[in-house]
């Protein structure tokens, strides 16, 4: 299994495709709070509008995709003066068509839905990447071919809206998820989006701790496999992923840790012994630090939420 298959297996990531956004010109259509463990995303296929989120405002066009980790509010505007249009709803089986006000002719065609993961892994995924993430798929070759198919499938079920396509339109979404990981983001997104290394010695170092995590990663040992000095490695790797190598091997430590105990019955030492951690304690404070709970309390409540049918924050 690669690295960003592993990372989404392990955050458990659930794509739900919630409308097809038809807007015309000077529309502004607010988009509310999700969930705690929800990240919110819009791919446009055609047109160029605008999204706000807080302070940051990102101008997107075709192939352009949003993702906001947090899921905090924002705004889709529209181009054509000061916006001055709300928007309508109309509901269908498997998503929301939002229109503006008063109809008009539609400038663009963005999709909007939202990611759901869990409370361990899924949480220390969300939570490492830059806020919002900017990616336009159109700026290289490989990517716009790949990203014209998935908006020919998406926009074909969309208009056939029949059965299966609330399930089809949700993997194509999670397919989206992965691109992104795997992508550069633009000048727009200000921090490193580590999952997408650009430099190909860090990334082979990246995916050599994501697949193993529970070796003994030394900076001398993971500086040998990048064929560069300790400091120029360092230097690398934290202008490449936004962090220090221990904070780094941290989370991708407790995100396997996370998955282990919600899907086996290994005890808590066992589970830290498997990550790396030579003593339960270390592991204890490190799990905490990026949970906000112990191993054993999170053990419990995902046992908890499973038998509720429900997901435990």
Known sequence: MD????????ARVMATLDRRCLLGRGTRMEVSQRGVLEA???ILLEGECQVQVGSTLLKMKPGDLVLIPNGSPHRVITPGGIPSLGTTESAGDAFVTTRSDGG???????????????????????????????????????SDDVLRMLSTLMRGEAQREGSGTAAILSALSTVLLALVLRSSASSTTKSALWTAASD????????????????????ERLSRAAAMSRATFLRRFGRQTGMTVGAFLAKVRVMTAAELLSSSDATVATVAWEVGYQSESAFSRAFRAEVG?????????QQRGAQ????TP
């Not at 999709?111 to 159109?138: E, K, M």
């Not at 709970?293 to 409540?301: H, I, L, M, Q």
């Not at 509720?308 to 997901?311: A, K």
């Open 308 to 311: 509720d049918g429900s997901s």
């Open 200 to 219: 190909e010695h860090i990334a082979g170092v990246i995916e050599d701790i994501l697949l193993n995590p529970g070796e003994d990663w030394t900076i």
């Open 104 to 142: 008009g002719a539609p400038v663009i065609d963005l999709f909007c839905g939202h990611y759901t993961f869990d409370a361990g892994a899924g949480a220390v995924l969300f939570r490492s990447l830059p806020d919002p993430v900017h990616v336009s798929f159109g700026d290289s070759a490989d």
């Open 40 to 42: 919110q995303f819009h």
């Open 293 to 301: 709970t112990t191993p054993a309390r999170f053990r419990r409540d």
């Open 3 to 10: 690295a960003i298959s592993r990372l989404l297996r392990m």
